[in-house]
Structures are given as structure tokens and as C-alpha cells.
């Protein structure tokens, strides 16, 4: 993908992200309103209901049981009435409520007294026109307070409101009672009207709840789990299409990069061949045996090479799609690695290296694929040979431990940072090198290929290494009777 087209994508993926959280942050702030209102609403009718119960409890304490009467009290027009009759206000006016029960009948009487001159506060008339001072109103309305306290607890409780809560008192001047004065400036999550709670005095009630948040956001608790999910799925959807960006990058880069080195590797031993036939057909070597048998040995060297190459391509693509398709046979792996540094024995020789292999006193005897075994040795003979440079000595070894067969690869080469000592049996990929080993051309298939030849035989194979000191391949295969 090009530079800026990636650019591009990642701010539009970014931008996408964005938007989306805003339109969630926005549902959810219109969800939060719309849900505190429907709280206050249920509030609101919870008080209003629990202020018309407790005057419908209180006009029957101590008197004659009236049902009409005490119902009358609960219905929506005494309630206006008395809404109306409390909230009336006038110079030097005050009201005065009255009722009366007898064996048959019961009366309220509401009035309004306007007097001529002002008169002192501190006396104020109560029901059937009684003087009773503050004290005493307070003591008389204690009783229908607590009862009141107790519904509202109740209610809240119905509604799982579990918040602290005040009860603003009002006296009959409409001040707020001088026992709360913290009301005076708070800003509270709600306040409700003011309420009558006794059907004979003028106090009034109003509930504040300082906050409410805790219990609107647990009733949005489904449309915040909705949110944070749809929210989490946007985010692991985007991280998968980011990391789906940079594989594609990472194999367009790889796939460059392979088409480049199997190129070098391709031209390498084509290149050797036709220099190798000019020159037995220039300087007529078929009058020279010996030369003409040393460049054959070259030409023959090569073209293995590059059967070796093509055959690795092959088999790296052919080991997914049939990993179980193997020639198995039973036979002793040390003679197979004989073999193998055999054929290579050219090939050591020319890189001026040494090649050494102690076997075991016994026969170690595995089933597997000769060939595909082979090849993985001459991968990592072949390795040791390309990156240790001039007189590398390769060091190999064979022995049985337990019921597994162990041989040991091992170089006085640069050796392999830890860093990429997991990265180099993955697909195409070489470790960075340094100094004259940077020249070196590879295709990044080799070890990836030997690491499944070596597990489709059941087998596993670790990596030891450190800079400048060399690398160790180990090998463990299970082991198998010769019966």
C-alpha cells in the first residue's frame, strides 16, 4: 500500500473511532436525561402520594372513623384546595383551618383572617382559631413528621433510590426552618414541591436528594453495557483491520524481498554453469581430462544447488497442503548424514570449512522420509557453510537420550542475536546481519522449511546461539526398533 493511501486509511479509521464514541457519549448523555425525569416524575408522585396518605392516617387518630371523610382527604380536589388555601398570602392575613367530628358527621372549615393592623408573628392561629406558639407547633406536628420520614423511606426504598436524603421544613411565615441551613446554597439533583403532611397545621415539607447519579446510572446499567460493547467491538474491529494493514506491508515487503534473494540465488549456480561451459568450450578442456572433470564437478555442484533451491520452494508450499504425505521408512539417521556431508564434501571444501560428525557407538534408527531428512541437513550444513565464511568448522553429532535420537549441528560462525533466535524458523524472514555476512543472498525459506519437516516427524528443533560465538542447532527425533 502506498505511503499516503496508508496515511489516509489510518485517519479515517481514527476519525471513525471518533465519531463513534461521540455518538455513544451523546446517546448516552440523552439517555441519562431522559432517565433522571422519569425519576423525578416517580419522586414526585411518591411524595405527593405519601403526603395524602399520612393527612388520611392523621384524620382518624383519636377520632370517630369516617371513611367518606378520610377518603375525601386522598382525592385530587381537596388536595388543590388546600394547595390553594396554604399558598395564599396578604398583608396582615393569616389562615385558619378547622375541623370538627361528632358521632355522625365531620366538618372542615377554611378562613381567612385579615386584621387591621399588624400583629406579632410569634402567636399564630391554629386549628379552631387556637393561639399556639412555635414550641407548641412543633411539638404537635413531630408525631405526623416521623410518620411521614417513614413513607418517604419506604418509597425510596420501593424505587431502590438508596441516596441520602433531607426533609426541608417550611413554618408558617413560608421561611425554611433554621435547622437546615445548608439548603440555602446547595444546588441539589432534586427538590421537590412543597408538601402538606397534617391535616391541621400549616407546616410543609419539601425532600431534597443531594445527588441521584449512583441510581440513574444503575437503571442505564443496560444501555451502558450496550454502549461499552458496541464501543469494545468498534475498537477490536479497527485493531484487526490495523493489523491486517501492516501483514499486508509486512508480506509486500517480504514478498519483495524473497523474489529478490531466490533471484541472486537462481542467477548464482545458472551463471557458474555457462561460465563453466565457455569455458571447457574455449579453452577445449576435452584435451585436458582432469580440468575438464574438476569443472564438470562445478557444473554437476551447481545445478544440485539449484535443484536444491526449487526443491525447497516447492516443498515449503507442498508441506501445507499434504504434511502428511510421507515416504516412511525405517533406517539409521547417522548413515543419512553420512551421506549428506558426502555429497557436500565439494562444497566444504571450496568455502575452505570442516566438517566433522561423531556418531554414536549404536544405530540410530528412526521412520521418517530419507529425503525430506536430507534436505534438512544440507539446509543447515549449508547455512553454516554460507554465513560462517572461510574455514568454518561445523560439528556434528548423533546420539540416543531416552527415547528420543539427538544430533547436534553446530558452527563457529557470527552466531544469532537472542532477539530473533524465535523469528528465524518463521516464513521469509532473516535475521539482520553485520559485516561481510550482509552480502549474503537467502530466500528466508530454509529453516521454515526444516522446522516442518522436523515436526511432521514428530519431532522438535531448538536453536543455542550467541553473537560471535556460533550457532547450535539441536534436533530431537523419537526413536525406533530396528524390529
Known amino acids: 500500500m502506498h ?16 465519531v463513534t464514541i461521540s455518538l455513544q457519549i451523546f446517546w448516552l448523555r440523552n439517555v441519562y436525561r431522559g432517565e433522571k425525569q422519569r425519576l423525578d416524575d416517580r419522586l414526585e408522585y411518591m411524595i405527593a402520594n405519601a403526603a395524602s396518605r399520612n393527612m388520611y392516617d392523621f384524620a382518624g387518630i383519636n377520632k370517630n372513623d369516617s371513611s367518606s371523610f378520610r377518603m375525601f382527604l386522598k382525592s385530587a380536589p381537596w388536595l388543590k384546595l388546600r394547595q390553594g388555601f396554604d399558598e395564599a398570602q396578604s398583608e396582615n392575613m393569616f389562615r385558619v383551618f378547622s375541623e370538627e367530628h361528632y358521632k355522625d358527621s365531620s366538618y372542615i372549615a377554611l378562613k381567612f383572617i385579615f386584621y387591621t393592623k399588624p400583629r406579632p408573628r410569634s402567636k399564630v392561629p391554629g386549628s379552631q382559631g387556637q393561639i399556639f406558639s412555635m414550641e407548641e407547633r412543633q411539638h404537635m406536628d413531630s408525631l405526623a413528621l416521623n410518620q411521614m420520614r417513614i413513607k418517604i423511606e419506604k418509597g425510596m426504598h420501593d424505587l431502590k433510590v438508596n441516596q441520602p436524603y433531607h426533609l426541608r421544613l417550611f413554618d408558617y411565615t413560608w421561611r425554611s426552618n433554621k435547622n437546615a441551613p445548608e439548603f440555602r446554597t446547595l444546588a441539589p439533583a432534586f427538590l421537590s414541591r412543597l408538601y402538606s403532611y397534617d391535616l391541621e397545621l400549616f407546616h410543609k415539607f419539601q ?68 561460465l563453466a561451459i565457455n569455458s571447457i568450450r574455449k579453452f577445449q578442456l576435452n584435451q585436458n581430462p582432469q580440468l575438464l572433470e574438476e569443472y564438470l564437478n562445478i557444473s554437476e555442484q551447481e545445478l544440485g544447488r539449484l535443484t536444491l533451491l526449487i526443491d525447497r520452494v516447492l516443498n515449503t508450499q507442498g508441506m501445507e497442503k499434504s504434511a502428511d504425505q510421507l515416504n516412511l521408512q525405517l533406517f539409521d539417521i547417522q548413515v543419512l548424514i553420512l551421506e549428506v556431508i558426502e555429497r ?50 561445523i560439528e556434528l553429532s548423533c546420539y540416543h537420550k531416552g527415547k528420543s535420537v539427538i544430533i547436534s549441528v553446530q558452527d563457529n ?34 529453516l521454515n522449511y526444516v522446522r516442518q519437516v522436523i515436526t511432521e516427524h514428530y519431532g522438535h528443533i531448538s536453536l543455542k546461539s550467541q553473537l560471535h560465538k556460533g550457532c547450535t542447532f539441536i534436533i530431537n527425533l523419537p526413536v525406533h526398533n530396528e524390529s
Open 413 to 446: 560462525g557470527p552466531g544469532i542475536d537472542p532477539e530473533y533466535q524465535q523469528k528465524v524458523f518463521e516464513r521469509f524472514f532473516r535475521a539482520p546481519l553485520q559485516g561481510e555476512v550482509r552480502q549474503v543472498k537467502g530466500s528466508g525459506l530454509g
Open 3 to 18: 505511503p499516503t493511501k496508508k496515511i489516509i486509511a489510518y485517519v479515517l479509521i481514527l476519525v471513525t473511532l471518533l
Open 207 to 274: 425532600l431534597v436528594i443531594p445527588s441521584l447519579t449512583r441510581t440513574v446510572i444503575y437503571e442505564m446499567r443496560y444501555q451502558i453495557a450496550s454502549s461499552m460493547l458496541m464501543i469494545g467491538l468498534t475498537f477490536v474491529a479497527f485493531f484487526l483491520i490495523y493489523r491486517l494493514f501492516n501483514a499486508q506491508q509486512l508480506y509486500a515487503d517480504v514478498r519483495e524481498s524473497f523474489i529478490s534473494n531466490v533471484t541472486h540465488e537462481l542467477k548464482t549456480p545458472v551463471s557458474t554453469v555457462m
Open 344 to 393: 557436500m564434501k565439494i562444497l566444504i571444501a571450496q568455502n575452505g570449512g570442516t566438517c566433522n560428525f561423531r556418531q554414536d557407538s549404536e544405530p540410530c534408527f528412526v521412520l521418517g522420509d530419507q529425503f525430506e531428512l536430507g534436505n534438512v541437513f544440507y539446509n543447515l550444513i549449508e547455512n553454516a557453510l554460507k554465513y560462517g565464511q572461510k574455514g568454518v568448522l
